[in-house]
């Protein structure tokens, strides 16, 4: 089986690298180049399973970040003299020219998302005379939680595989049976009617071989991008639970 897709959700490999900073709790301007190319590349490999179209450029920032991770492995060399300051020239530190990247397109990526959020808000007014609406009742809006973005699912598949593959036998029998994504999203209702309403996340890939662990992520977020799901986190890198997508079980998840 051969899968090919392509998410909307993926905006490139700075949103990338901004999401990995924000997860991490990195300052911007001081990035520990070693552990933020380490979660990048763990990332890739994660979307290299799910053979997800137009990673090239996605390459191209890696091969970027290991070329300033091995430049600021060089030692510095301290025995010029430096009695002549007007000679001197302080030493570029190699991560200038990548935190430029990443605050001008944070700056711009913000004011999209501003702009976005101000049509939304503009195209539910509507202009009218004023009349008495008491009739129609009180309208709440139950409160939700954070979503967690496409990258953070990633994240958790890749740990998932990572778990799997030191568990996996010396020897297995495998007996293949394609699943198509429609019939897999039914199955992942079903799981959730049974278990009443949510499940641990870990739990929908305990079994099944590589191609049926990307046909059920694959469920997820369709089921997710249709709003019959969410998936929840109590705490920064907890467990996730997926829980169907209704008033109730929100706060079950809290």
Known sequence: ?????????????????????????IDIYDIPMAELTNQ???????????????LSEYLVLAA????IKSKMLLPVHEGEALDDSSDFEME?????????RLVEYKKYKEAAISLKESAEER????????????????????????????????GAFQKMLERKKLRAPLTA????????????????????ERQGGSCA??????EGDIEGLVVTFLSLLELMKRSDIVVLQD???????????KEENYGNNR
């Open 123 to 154: 195209s539910v007014h509507f202009t009218k005379l004023p009349e008495d609406l008491s009739q129609y009742g009180e309208l709440t809006v139950p409160e939700t939680e954070d979503k967690l973005s496409v990258f953070d699912l990633i």
């Open 40 to 54: 990048y590349i763990e990332h890739l490999h994660a979307m290299r399973v799910l053979q997800l179209d137009e």
């Open 64 to 67: 970027t970040l290991l070329e």
């Open 235 to 245: 705490s920064n890198f907890g467990k996730m639970t997926v829980s169907t997508g």
């Open 92 to 100: 570029e530190d190699p991560r200038d020219e990548l935190v430029a």
């Open 1 to 25: 089986m051969t899968y090919k897709v392509k998410l909307e959700a993926f905006e490139g490999p700075l949103d990338l690298l901004l999401h990995l900073i924000n997860r991490l709790e």
């Open 201 to 206: 996340f870990d739990s929908l890939f305990e």
């Open 173 to 192: 029998s495998i007996m293949r049976a394609e699943v198509s994504v429609s019939e897999k999203m039914d199955h992942i209702m079903i799981i959730l």
